[in-house]
């Protein structure tokens, strides 16, 4: 039995233009759709996770999802929502990428299951690779005028004055090979949807005209919005780079952190596009927000849920002690746990100086720590007041005058965590 897949997206504010008919198709029984993912990189980051979660609760509406990898389309190049070309791909990159990514997919969507509507991988590279060029333009190319390939906005774009490089053959000839693609599936699996962001329109339609035309059917669009911030900066960007769903390139803490910080209305929206959860929950949780704002219950459920479905909960459970000690009462144990990288992120930031560590064999003294070997604090007088005040911590425990720093004191055998009043941090980086 299948549910109403177009209603659910309606309701979490993921559907931004559907083909006239799609509900209705997509209410006669289990269909099959597809979405493409660039593997560009061998992961993917969360501005992917609009379309992922659109193909996971298209499975759960009881369809059956494609995710295609885009080995062939890759190494052209999407000139959607681009001022340039980008750089080409090699084959043995793109096949890595593509594991990489087929594992973190794993995440959201059942491959394995014994079901009907089972999740399927393809990768467009398989069925191009053999496709000459004078059988693809004589086969497909016919089909499609220039005059309609010049119509798409994400061509006009490339020719206008904005684009000073305009747009090479290569870029111009993508939305064929896309549009192939959904031939190829309607032909091969009877795949009748393509579902993409707002910026593919374009290429999805060229997709249903060659079935059309071709394929003597029909197929179907059913595009979500690009998602934004309600303060116009770019979604799933920080200072250092893209959100990155692979542990090695945004940490699990990062991870968290990002979704934490998200403002009110952010978090809103969010929480309906990136969470599981159902409407009834997300209003409740919505009006417990407005009637206690400070303690951002919409912030921690939506960056607890995520984080879990990405990661898994004991590295949720990690990153909130992470963030404890910045913003709350942790132990010295509580920062020998963190491990070196989140250990990095959690403090990136914070000024550091190193030492080396012959300097801990006879245990180094308190005003060598804070101002002779490290210029945290000012002056040794400086130091000597802070001591005497109780306001200096090392790695989070109070320390006196008298106490010396040994390698009995190191975080990861590396570190240790100076510390005056409850904001000012300094790291020792001992070599």
Known sequence: MTSNFVEELKWRGMLHDAMP????????????????????????????????MMLRHF????????????????????????????NLLDETTLRHNQNALKEQLGRFLDFSSDGENAAI????????????????IRDVGKHIT???????????????????????????????VQGYDFLYLYQNHNCTVQMGGSDQWGNITTGTELIRRIGGGKGYALTCPLITKADGTKFGKTESGNVWLDANRTSPYKFYQYWLNTSDTDAEKYIKIFTFLPKNEIDA??????????????????????????????D???????????????????????????FLDVFDGVPQAEIAKSELDDGLDMIGALAAKTGFLGSNGEARRELKQNSISVNKAKVKDDYKITEADLINGRFVLLQRGRRSYFVLVVK
């Open 285 to 314: 949780l919505v009006q417990e927000h407005a009637e206690a704002p400070h303690m951002r219950i919409l912030q921690k459920s939506l960056a607890e849920q995520i984080t879990t479905m990405v990661h898994s909960k004991e």
């Open 146 to 176: 220039v005059n309609y390939m010049m119509a798409k906005d994400s061509v006009k774009k490339r020719l206008s004055a904005e684009a000073k490089d305009g747009m090479s053959f290569t870029e111009f000839t993508y939305q064929l």
């Open 21 to 52: 008919g799609t509900e209705e198709h997509l209410m006669t029984g289990m269909q099959c759709a597809y979405l493409g993912i660039d593997p560009t990189a061998d992961s993917l980051h969360i501005g992917h996770l609009v379309g992922v």
């Open 59 to 86: 499975q759960l509406a009881g369809h059956k999802p494609f995710a295609l990898i885009g080995g062939a389309t890759g190494m052209i190049g999407d000139p959607s929502g681009k001022s340039a070309e980008r």
């Open 121 to 136: 991988l393809v990768n467009n590279y398989d069925w191009m690779k053999d496709f000459s060029f004078l059988d693809f």
């Open 316 to 342: 949720l459970e990690n990153a909130i002690a992470a963030s404890s000690i910045l913003f709350g009462k942790s132990t010295s144990e509580d920062l020998k746990r963190l491990d070196e990288k989140t």
